[in-house]
């Protein structure tokens, strides 16, 4: 069974920052690609970002620009440094491997509100 761990969520005003991890096994890290996804009330899930194995990233139009994603390959850890915040990023977000069609952590809540 694929763990994947997130952390780092919580409550920010509007314009402040964040940092989500999450943590992946050696064995799932090393082989895929990973990223982040969001669902707001509401909302379908969608693709926030994404990074392969060899550090290619993309990004959603909506966070270009504000958010970064990035790999520790000692840690086995995926970040996305979220700044510029605004109260449309609010959301549970869900670390991701494209392992077996896509695996998910069990997500973390961010809330952009002042």
């Known amino acids: 069974q694929v763990q994947l761990v997130e952390s780092g969520g919580g409550l920010v005003q509007p314009g402040g920052s964040l940092r989500l991890s999450c943590a992946a096994s050696?064995?799932?890290?090393?082989?895929?690609?990973m990223g982040w996804y969001r669902q707001a009330p509401g909302k379908q899930r969608e693709a926030v970002a994404t990074?392969?194995?060899?550090?290619?990233?993309n990004y959603a139009d909506s966070v270009k620009g504000r958010f970064t994603i990035s790999r520790d390959n000692a840690k086995n850890l995926v970040y996305l440094q979220m700044n510029s915040l605004k109260p449309e990023d609010t959301a549970v977000y869900y670390c991701?491997?494209?392992?077996?069609?896509?695996?998910w952590g069990q997500g973390t809540q961010v809330t952009i509100s002042s």
């Open positions: 050696r064995s799932i890290f090393n082989n895929y690609a």
């Open positions: 990074i392969t194995r060899s550090g290619i990233t």
């Open positions: 991701w491997a494209n392992y077996r069609s896509g695996s």
